[in-house]
């Protein structure tokens, strides 16, 4: 049965007309979505067919990924290479005007927003068999209402990693608790003069912000709801945006850069330490000669739970593609034991669809890997159980607040209050 959508932009964020109504300020993009529309208007199979992904654009690692997909012998690959913190804004202007790629990285949080409105192509029918035995569990995760409409491209966990040799000059050992954390970066600060700790903490990456910031929530025995209900003002969520702040405001992080900004400065042997996640270690240190990967160390989130966030990531295909068929050609080409093979050595540490593992000699001379790896038994998404598609929306309203305890000093408890009511009103 066909139905309208229509998609808002506002502040960055998809909305949807069934659900929530605009006041005045959103810009229209464009209108009918219709999930029944479709039908491949192009060729069966062959071709080109275009790929976004922003990892393309990571040094060294994107090559290597491209590589692994791009050995599909049965149609041309050409990539799509938009900046992380644009990613999803991208792809909403161009797949609400029916365009927009034919195959597409999906993150775990954005989704329910593409699947509800009809966006991403059911792959139900794409593999046989014996291609959905060689599944794993992660793959449960890009179903949306009962179909499959992406297959787990990664799955990345998060850790606290450091530069050996500047905890060294500054003659500190690695934090294990949250006080330590802000000691620890506080006296590579002054020991060393570069920054002690870097982090994402800027509205302008809200996206991958969350993912990160979720951490801390996590991390400190918080989550966003339960039972149903939104427990954004939680006590265990405002103790962990009181240590973000503590951590924000000591002097030793990297106050005001990007994720791209402080990336390169540990890359380049300015930063002490990180909470990050494996994808972007493996990029900072492949082919590193300042920061090899043997000179970084790892352990678990300094917090008082073991739980943490993770990042989330599906390949599928987009419904406008005047392509379906050929995509869906080379995503049965992907999830087959020899290119799951190669996408493991270039994905490292991550968790993949399949149980492809990564090569041996990899682990070995990446030594942090298994830190990694074994967070993956306490970790979970960033999407908002029972507020799924109102995640964009929650989040924004989260992280305006956050933003305000870091930058104008408000109470952690009555901005997370606030918070609260207003995602309240988004139910």
Known sequence: MNY???????????????????????????????????????????GELVFAN????????GEQLWTAVSGY????????????????????????????????IIPDTFLPELADAGALEPLDDVLDDAGKSALNATNEAGKYD??????????VNYALFWNTSILDQAGVQ???????????????????????FAVRHQINEEAPWWIDFSNWTYGFGGA????GQLTIDSPENIAAVTAFRDMYASGAMAVGDD?????????????????????????????????????????????????????????????????????????????????????????GASVLGTDAKPPAEFVTANPWVP??????????????DGFETATPLIRHAVLTEVEKVLVDGDDPATALGRAQEAAEKLR
């Open 224 to 227: 966003w709801s339960k039972g």
């Open 371 to 384: 830190t990694f790896q074994a967070q993956a038994a306490t970790s979970a998404d960033a999407v908002i």
């Open 54 to 61: 922003w990892q393309w654009l990571e040094p060294g690692r």
């Open 73 to 104: 012998p049965d149609a041309t690959l050409k990539q799509q290479a938009i900046a992380r913190k644009d990613y999803e804004s991208t792809l909403k202007t161009q797949i609400g005007a029916r365009g927009g790629p034919d195959i597409l």
């Open 259 to 347: 994720a791209s900004t402080f990336r390169s400065k540990f890359k380049a042997g300015n930063v002490g330490m990180m909470i990050d996640n494996s994808s972007a270690l493996a990029t900072m240190v492949t082919g590193n000669d300042k920061v090899p990967s043997t000179g970084v160390g790892a352990s678990a989130l300094p917090f008082p739970v073991k739980a943490s966030s993770q990042a989330g990531f599906f390949v599928g295909i987009n419904t406008f593609s005047k392509n379906k068929a050929a995509a869906k050609d080379w995503l049965r080409w992907f999830y087959t034991a020899p290119a799951q093979q190669q996408a493991a050595a270039a994905l």
């Open 146 to 155: 009962g179909k499959q409409v992406g297959y787990a491209w990664e799955i």
């Open 4 to 46: 309208l959508r229509t998609w808002f932009v506002d502040r960055g964020f998809l909305m949807n007309v069934r659900r929530y109504v605009a006041a005045g300020t959103a810009m229209v993009l464009a209108a009918a979505l219709t999930t029944g529309c479709g039908g491949d208007s192009g060729a069966d199979g062959g």
């Open 174 to 196: 690695p934090p294990t608790d949250m006080p330590g954390l802000v000691a620890a970066a506080k006296e590579i600060k002054a020991k060393t003069g570069n920054p002690g």
